[in-house]
């Protein structure tokens, strides 16, 4: 069993900055790649950011292409989502789940672990 936590959400002005994280702990998370997926109130899971266990791939929906940069620290089972230029549509709750390999990072089902969430809201 692998345990995710997400942290660092919260409320920020629209153009404001946040940092989310996703920390592992329990079982080895080793050659599991991690993707960001947020849920806003009467809409569907979507795929945001992913990025594979080496660090050297990562993906970005193009709602969030170039304005969101994932990073990861495996020494400290820590994934990392620097959220800049935030817009009110960003608001949802943003889930770190992980998978094995790469190949089906966009695809919510094929994920092994889910963290709780944590909620990020943009005002106007």
């Known amino acids: 069993q692998v345990n995710l936590v997400e942290s660092g959400g919260g409320l920020v002005q629209a153009g404001g900055s946040l940092r989310l994280s996703c920390t592992a702990s329990?079982?080895?998370?080793?050659?599991?790649?991690t993707g960001w997926f947020r849920e806003a109130p009467g809409k569907d899971r979507e795929f945001v950011a992913g990025?594979?266990?080496?660090?050297?791939?990562?993906y970005y929906s193009d709602s969030v292409k170039g304005r969101f940069t994932l990073s990861r620290d495996n020494a400290k089972n820590t994934v990392s989502l620097q959220m800049n230029a935030l817009k009110p549509e960003d608001t949802a709750v943003y889930y770190c789940?992980?998978?094995?390999?790469?190949?089906?990072?966009?695809?919510?089902?094929?994920?092994?672990?889910w963290g709780q969430g944590t909620q990020v809201t943009v005002s106007t």
């Open positions: 990025i594979s266990w080496s660090g050297t791939s990562t």
């Open positions: 789940g992980i998978i094995r390999g790469a190949t089906s990072i966009l695809n919510e089902h094929e994920y092994d672990y």
């Open positions: 329990g079982r080895s998370w080793s050659n599991y790649a």
